[in-house]
């Protein structure tokens, strides 16, 4: 008989019965009684920190997952995990979420819970905490803080991050002064909560409700909202649902509950993080991503948000009209709706729960979307053998076919040296080159994907250029950029050999990116100047930089995927 509550995973003192015999002794000394012991047992992760406002309403979520749990006739244990807050974490937060993943596991596997409820919201939290679930093969369901309200500014409206970026582009330009930008510095962040737009962290909001680990309808409410905390108990009364049908993740999700989650995907236009986040978590259950097939699905899964930063609206537009429910009933073609929820009810169901759809302005009519194609378009070529990314519902349109002159930067070092420099040789139509901002070479593949437009071209007036790397960017950017560049240059890739002057065409129609430079060339580069992967002596840092797989492969590390997602490869 499998153990339960407190009787799993005893402390090993050699003796069974007095290891019960004293985690028992030891939690009664809290206060709790015997019929208290009897219940069944759900953790409740608590990743509050006051360096994390994103999850800055953690304190009230948790009371009220609690008050859902003892609905339910459960027990709440709430356990402290890893927080990582974007604008805080050094180097890149993408740097820790594999080890917050592992953390997860721990102690998921550490202490005795029957199912887990997992509370995050900032960007690489929630599919760091997806990913341990996975892995430690407990029922889960996730929760996430919900996104921040928008604030005014000079009687616009305003929110993180999509204007900030906004408005630091214009002060860049000259265009706003320095006491203008704190001005707005004042206004952009109207409360706690994760960024109010189609982010990373709203992505992930809503591709963990479409894989059903999430309660119907719990992506969208503001994070300090009435609506909010009704999902919060929701959640832990959903809980002890999971834990009697010991329905864990492997058992629930299949390739079917991952290609709902691309189709969604590709239809928020969401952030282009979403793409490597999902491929860790398909990783962790043996599931491979095809870059391939994701591009097909996007040649016939419009965008049909109008949020930005692809479009106008704001995250608690969209929870006004509906949610993401209102946009699975418009998907409903696309989509299986036999996958399993947490809910015990299939995703069909699950949508048809929801009700019928009312007017509203967010949530585009399939037949007329904001863009024809999903949000993500892939592309290959010789300069990405391996693949590389456009958010396409971002990017210009009079870029998207495109030919110039490579203006390279060896690093962020380099980039933050040289891109402001009145001498810098740079047009309008040169192409902008970061390497070495990769998996390894980052490390942890920061966000800077998003090359600034250097000041000279700004000032005159130049709002967009062509950039590409190996790197990503917030999934709260526009532009016409290209991500993911695989392999990186850290490691060989033929980004590492793109020299100042190189002619580089990028075609997104033909989903073609390449360096037009001939094939002898690059071999003579490439053994000139060979690179060695980096590594490091000791710590995170070492086990990180020896164990990270590349963009296709999710930035997991090798150890923690899947055996058939390592056998498949990501295609």
């Known amino acids: 008989m499998t153990a339960k509550g407190f009787a799993k995973g005893l402390a090993n003192y050699g003796d069974a019965e007095f290891s019960l015999f004293l985690r028992k002794a030891f939690v009664k000394g809290a206060g709790y009684s015997r019929a208290a012991l009897d219940r069944p047992v759900i953790g409740v992760v608590n990743t509050g920190s006051a360096y994390n406002p994103c999850h800055g309403n953690m304190v009230p979520l948790i009371e009220a997952v609690k008050r859902g749990i003892f609905m339910g006739g ?22 820790l979420r594999n080890l917050m993943a592992m953390d997860t596991e721990e102690m998921i596997h550490a202490q005795p819970m029957d199912a887990v409820v997992l509370i995050g919201g900032c960007d690489k939290t929630v599919p760091a905490q997806v990913m341990g679930a996975i892995s430690a093969g407990v029922p889960a369901v996730q929760l996430v803080t919900g996104p921040m309200l928008t604030g005014s500014h ?20 000259g265009e706003i002064d320095a006491a203008g930008i704190e001005a707005v510095n004042d206004r952009l962040v109207a409360s706690v909560g994760s960024c109010g737009v189609m982010g990373t962290a709203s992505t992930m909001a809503c591709i963990v409700e479409a894989l059903g680990l999430a309660v119907s309808g719990s992506a969208t409410p503001p994070a300090v909202t009435a609506d909010r ?53 398909a990783g962790r259950l043996g599931l491979p991503v095809h870059l391939a097939e994701l591009d097909r699905m996007g040649r016939e899964t419009p965008v049909l948000i109008d949020l930005k930063p692809s479009g106008q609206h704001y995250m608690e537009d969209f929870h006004r009209a509906g949610g993401l429910p209102t946009l699975l009933r418009e998907l409903k073609p696309l989509l299986h709706l036999d996958a399993m929820t947490v809910t015990g009810r299939t995703l069909g169901e699950e949508i048809d729960a929801a009700g ?5 302005d967010v949530v585009r009519p399939f037949g007329a979307p904001i863009f024809p194609e999903g949000g993500i378009a892939v592309l290959r070529g010789n300069l990405a053998p391996g693949g590389a990314i456009i958010k396409q519902s ?9 030919e110039g002159r490579a203006v390279v930067f060896d690093g962020l070092e380099d980039l933050a040296a040289r891109i402001d420099a009145e001498d810098l040789d740079v ?25 600034p437009i250097p000041k000279k071209l700004a000032r005159a007036g130049v709002r967009d250029m062509v950039r590409l790397s190996d790197g990503r960017m917030s999934g709260t950017a526009a532009g016409t950029i290209i991500l993911h560049i695989t392999p990186e240059a850290a490691i060989g890739g033929p980004l590492a050999f793109v020299e100042n002057g190189d002619r580089i065409r990028l075609s997104v129609g033909n989903r073609g990116l390449d360096l037009l430079v001939d094939e002898a060339e690059l071999r003579r580069r490439a053994e000139a100047a060979p690179r060695r992967r980096p590594t490091a002596d000791r710590g995170y840092r070492k086990l990180f930089l020896d164990s990270v797989l590349q963009a296709d492969q ?11 997602a390592d056998a498949a490869g990501a295609g």
């Open 74 to 95: 459960g027990l709440p244990m709430e356990f402290p995990t890893i927080s990582i807050g974007e604008t805080f974490a050094n180097p890149t937060s993408m740097y």
């Open 154 to 173: 000079g009687g616009e409206r305003v929110g993180a991050c999509t204007d900030c970026r906004r408005y630091w582009g214009r002060h860049r330009a």
């Open 229 to 281: 905390m009704r999902a919060a108990e929701q959640s832990g009364l959903c809980a002890i649902g999971v834990a009697h049908a010991g329905l864990t993740p492997q058992a629930m999700l299949t390739a079917d509950s991952i290609r709902n989650a691309l189709r969604v995907l590709l239809a928020i236009g969401g952030s282009t993080n979403g793409i490597v986040h999902l491929t860790a978590i």
């Open 356 to 360: 019928p759809g009312f007017p509203q």
């Open 394 to 402: 971002a990017a210009s349109p009079d870029m998207m076919e495109h």
């Open 427 to 451: 047009g309008p139509s040169d192409v902008l080159v970061l390497k070495n901002i990769g998996p390894t070479g980052g490390p942890g593949m920061p966000e800077a994907g998003y090359i």
């Open 554 to 564: 999710g930035v997991d590390f090798d150890f923690l995927r899947g055996k058939e």
